[in-house]
């Protein structure tokens, strides 16, 4: 996933950190600025954070200094008495905001991945403040008419295609963010944003301590039967770090369905396990979401009355590929059908596999992960505890996810050790192009940690532009389970995918090259910057990456043929559960957006519960990926009528694999291809027809549905 975090989205004219040849407002600072690791550009490489110097203390003060340096910039843009040029009002935007992005890339960073109590409280805290210098620049009258006067006479300027699609970008942003509306309209739209710039940093806050309170904690060991040794060693250390020893944890990981599910053997512990991850947030206590997110909901309604629109998701689908919510409607429902009759199907599989042991229950959610992999185990003869010992995290790393990038883009890595770092698992990467030359840093944070949010993504400390004279730092952020001291880190092939998806989004971020940085690497519509990323992920699988980094971490043994092949056949296997669920959120996710302003909203269980029930995908079965209640995508990560996002672009990523398997599969000649035409142009030009000009053609949703074993594939 890219992240779209709160602060990264209202700080959204300050898109890089970097020297600039024009220096800021002068300011006032006291004795606390004096000495803030954020006033100035950093002097490390490629002007990365250094964690030795920043201090928890030093981040309310750079936003808010931040902040005050931006409007200060921005008013003078404005106010200028020289007629409107692109040099004077978008150059001068793009160099705006300098000391608030180098904090917010920082701050960003650390309270998604290594929070604390204090970090928590000044995210709230300066949440409003951000929403309210954001709405000081899109609500400034005197700064739109500036931009909308080089906007009306853009054709006719001469500007290449770059700066016009920079014009056209904020122009669009500007009349999105309200700089059409009356100044009372203006400002009852500063008070929502306000309020949701609040609620969403409480709401991220209240699910990171909903999960850690849910972890499951046993005391007989005989509880946790079926999982590994390894497993249950680090379950030990988990509760011991946890002030719990002699006892076994097993944390709650970001989606609903949890990995040891897979494996436990007691039911019972099973379903412990999965209630706690359901009612994760569902407490009655200070951690319970439900109110934060029924009130989010309908300020999000009222916003886009506001703006003229019928519902939040036409507002904010105007932007993205899909355009608008029919669009969106339409897509989803071509794979709903499909996808619930494989579950079925799939459910029915399981459900024999139950009866035949004499279980003497129906299937349950906390049951289909257990018994799906006994039915897979029969079916392919693939054991999940066969395949993790060829996948050692260091050996996927750097002979799986670094040799594809460098057979594809002729790219190379060097660890560096010599840059501090904000937590002992996390290592730093120097990234060489093919020509030998430094382009950018990859830190990768991979283990899980009571601190740190569920699920994986990428973000930026410091973003790529040719204006402002920046190289990209990218980071990959999982949770993955952290072996026992000692103990290799194996992980399953889900966790291999994951690794492949968010470095791909790390070369989009990369790979960059682009002059501004507001349409600079992966600042894309969301149903596109999923594509590079799952795109990625395909080489996961393919022969040539896979025997480079599949190997026994005992022995360095690649993994047997016959093994691979058992992990080829089983590919489409539990793809209606797999699509199923991921569909359950990309429409809950929209009916949550979809409602009408004013809408009373009572129950948030029984509203999700209609809002599946009414799309068909109410399968008891088949949780969806994400209830509303945990639902982090959409309620504090940018997100928001936007989860359709992953299923659309895996229609463009398989379409584009089945491109260059026809035109020759891994060689220098594709990857860069795909480097210069896609990976390179960032949010340069439209994006349909930057996909267009890259596959000749429009997408084609045949080669997805064939991945899925939704289709017989075409001979």
């Known amino acids: 996933m890219k992240i779209y975090s709160a602060l990264t989205l209202m700080a959204v004219v300050a898109f890089s950190s970097c020297k600039n040849t024009d220096k800021p407002a002068a300011t006032n600072t006291d004795s606390m600025l004096s000495n803030n690791p954020f006033i100035n550009p950093s002097t490390l490489p490629f002007q990365t954070a250094d964690f030795s110097k920043i201090k928890d203390a030093d981040f309310k003060p750079a936003i808010e200094e931040g902040i005050k340096q931006q409007l200060a910039e921005i008013e003078k843009i404005a106010n200028d008495s020289a007629a409107p040029t692109f040099e004077n009002v978008f150059v001068a935007m793009e160099k705006s905001g300098q000391m608030l992005h180098r904090v917010n890339g920082v701050f960003g960073l650390l309270t998604g991945a290594n929070t604390n109590p204090t970090l928590q409280k000044v995210s709230e805290e300066v949440a409003p403040e951000l929403s309210g210098a954001e709405d000081a620049i899109f609500l400034n009258s005197k700064l739109f008419k500036r931009v909308e006067a080089i906007y009306n006479k853009r054709e006719d300027l001469k500007l290449d295609a770059e700066s016009k699609r920079l014009v056209e970008y904020y122009y669009q942003k500007f009349v999105l963010s309200g700089a059409n509306l009356s100044d009372q309209a203006k400002d009852s739209l500063k008070k929502i944003n306000s309020e949701e710039a609040s609620l969403s940093a409480k709401f991220a806050n209240q699910l990171l301590g909903a999960a850690k309170g849910a972890a499951l904690v046993v005391s007989d060991k005989a509880e946790l039967a079926g999982l590994s040794d390894g497993e249950i060693d680090a379950a030990a250390a988990a509760a011991k770090a946890n002030g719990q020893e002699g006892k076994w944890m097993i944390k709650i990981q970001n989606t609903t369905q949890q990995p040891a ?115 897979r185990k029969a079916r392919y003869d693939l054991d999940e505890s066969q395949v993790k010992p060829y996948f050692e995290l260091d050996s996927v790393l750097k002979n799986g996810v670094f040799y594809a990038a460098t057979q594809l883009y002729g790219i190379t890595f060097k660890e560096r050790k010599d840059i501090a770092v904000y937590n002992k698992d996390v290592r730093v990467f120097e990234v060489i192009d093919k020509d030998g030359s430094s382009m950018a840093l990859f ?273």
């Open 261 to 375: 599910l897979q494996s436990l053997t007691v039911r019972a512990t099973r379903q412990k396990l999965f209630e706690a991850s359901w009612t994760r947030a569902e407490k009655g206590d200070s951690n319970d979401t439900r109110a934060t997110i029924t009130r989010i909901a309908l300020i999000r309604a009222q916003k886009a009355k506001l703006l003229g629109y019928p519902n939040y998701a036409a507002w904010t689908l105007v932007n993205q590929m899909a355009k608008n919510v029919d669009a969106v409607e339409q897509f989803l429902n071509q794979l709903i059908p499909a996808a619930t009759a494989k579950a079925k199907v799939e459910a029915a599989d399981i459900q024999k596999v139950i009866d035949s042991q004499k279980g003497g229950f129906k299937l349950e959610p906390w049951d289909w992960n257990f018994y799906a992999e006994q039915v």
């Open 443 to 715: 830190y990768c944070d991979y283990f899980k940690r009571d601190n740190k949010n569920g699920g994986a993504w990428m973000d930026n400390m410091v973003g790529q532009s040719k204006l402002l004279g920046t190289k990209p730092v990218v980071y990959n952020i999982c949770n993955f389970t952290k072996p026992a001291d000692g103990q290799p880190a194996l992980i399953s092939f889900g966790d291999v995918t994951t690794m492949f998806h968010e470095f791909g989004h790390a070369l989009h971020g990369m790979f960059s090259n682009v002059t501004y940085p507001s349409i600079s690497g992966t600042s894309t519509a969301r149903d596109f910057v999923e594509f590079p990323s799952q795109f990625n992920e395909h080489w996961a699988s393919y022969p040539d990456i896979f025997k480079n980094y599949a190997k026994n971490y005992k022995t360095g043994e690649p993994m047997p043929q016959e093994l691979v092949d058992k992990i080829k056949k089983a590919a489409t296997f539990n793809q209606g559960y797999s699509l199923t669920e991921i569909l359950a959120a990309a429409d809950l996710d929209m009916q949550w957006h979809t409602i009408a302003p004013g809408t009373p909203i009572q129950d948030v269980d029984k509203f999700e519960a209609e809002a599946l029930r009414n799309t068909h995908l109410d399968l008891p079965q088949v949780p969806t990926r994400y209830r509303s209640s945990y639902f982090l995508h959409i309620w504090a990560n940018g997100y928001a009528a936007g989860y359709y996002a992953y299923t659309w672009t895996e229609m463009l990523d398989d379409d584009a694999f089945a491109w260059f398997k026809e035109h020759g599969g891994l060689t220098r000649e594709n990857g860069q291809r795909f480097r210069d035409m896609v990976l390179s142009r960032a949010n340069t030009e439209d994006l349909k027809e930057m996909y267009h000009n890259f596959m000749g053609r429009d997408a084609n949703i045949q080669p997805m549905l064939e991945n899925r074993g939704l289709v017989e594939a075409k001979k």
